[in-house]
């Protein structure tokens, strides 16, 4: 049931920054619901670092944190990716591509 919400409250998150139109196209989560990992993912690079060198994180890890209070889970990371890269370093596999890059 909780990981239901954690995926409602992230979509919500999610459609609202789309609006943005910086590049960023969808979210997802990698872990636990209590501690999950929060990765953003840009369509490219090029689109990815114009958002970070703007600070974008900011708002966006904000904007995270305060979706997921109300059910009492806290990020233990958040990171940024590109469509691009998956495409470039893991043949667009995505599964490969957390793999390659998960916390240890």
Do not use: Y
């Not at 910086?22 to 997802?28: A, D, E, I, S």
């Not at 990698?30 to 501690?35: F, M, T, V, Y």
């Not at 979706?67 to 889970?73: F, H, M, N, Y």
């Amino acid at each position: 049931m909780t990981e239901r919400r954690l995926i409602s409250e992230l979509t919500e998150v999610c459609e609202g920054l789309k609006k943005q139109d910086n590049g960023f196209v969808w979210l997802t989560h990698l872990g636990h619901w209590r501690n999950p990992e929060i990765v953003a993912v840009f369509d490219t690079e090029i689109n990815r670092n114009r958002a970070l060198e703007k600070n974008w994180e900011a708002t966006f890890i904000t904007q995270v944190e305060i979706a997921l209070e109300g059910i009492k889970s806290k990020p233990v990371s958040v990171r940024f990716d590109s469509e691009e890269a998956c495409a470039k370093q893991s043949q667009g596999n995505w599964d490969t591509h957390f793999a390659k890059s998960a916390i240890h």
